[in-house]
């Protein structure tokens, strides 16, 4: 059974701080790698998607993967009181996308 | 483009019932995954459909079932409800499916059994 595993938090960050979310996961030959955001009572959103080692950047947020460790991270800069939601990391294996149980995330203003 | 959509949002339903959610995927999308959501086990995946054909299944009963239409919309049913069954199903359609490519999700449909 492939696994993706998460700190469930909460997490607590201050506004304007940096927040680093981590990812494991069990699958040494997966390939593709999102996070994906979830507001209370909604549903999920991509934030990123990343498929080769090292970090990628949207704006605020940068991703970064490092597949012979098997972790993928999350940072957001500058983070906002609206990002406060659960983070769900997702990785393929097995023919389909198997989602971690997220980490909370609240920002402190 | 018009994201994913679900109906019905909402349903309330009582044990033993039998319950039929749908899903219309992103245009030219022809993947569609279900899953379901509760607070204790996170997202679970119960199946996908592909080219009108499921391609993948999840560990869940019999009870569990769906389809997937020519156009390529999907629905799944529920037969035999049992409270634990109350959740929020979301499905999520992506091009190629398989795991291989982003999904996206609808705004799912909160199924509340009685």
């Known amino acids: 059974q492939k696994e993706v595993e998460q700190n469930s938090g909460p997490l607590s960050v201050p506004e304007g701080a940096i927040a680093s979310l981590n990812c494991t996961y069990s699958?040494?030959?997966?390939?593709?790698f999102f996070w994906y955001r979830q507001y209370s009572g909604k549903s999920p959103e991509l934030i990123m998607s990343?498929?080769?080692?090292g970090d990628k950047e949207d704006g605020r947020f940068t991703a970064q993967l490092n597949k012979a460790s098997q972790y993928v991270s999350l940072l957001i800069r500058d983070s906002q009181p609206s990002d406060s939601a659960t983070y769900l990391c997702a990785v393929n294996g097995d023919d389909k996308i198997i989602f971690g149980k997220g980490t909370r995330l609240h920002i402190l203003p | 483009k018009a994201g994913v959509t679900q109906t019905p949002r909402y349903l309330i339903k009582t044990r033993g019932q039998q319950v039929t959610l749908s899903c219309s995927p992103i245009s030219g999308h022809r993947s569609v995954s279900w899953y379901q959501q509760t607070p204790g086990q996170g997202l679970q995946f119960l199946f996908e459909?592909?080219?009108?054909?499921?391609?993948n299944k999840g560990n869940f009963p019999g009870r569990f079932s769906g389809r997937q239409f020519s156009n390529s919309r999907s629905e799944m049913n529920v037969s035999t409800l049992e409270l634990g069954d109350s959740a929020l199903y979301l499905c999520?359609?992506?091009?190629?499916?398989?795991?291989?490519?982003?999904?996206?999700f609808g705004p799912g449909t909160r199924l509340t059994v009685l």
């Open positions: 699958d040494r030959v997966s390939q593709s």
């Open positions: 459909y592909f080219s009108e054909t499921q391609r």
């Open positions: 990343i498929y080769s080692n």
């Open positions: 999520a359609s992506s091009f190629a499916g398989g795991g291989t490519d982003t999904q996206y």
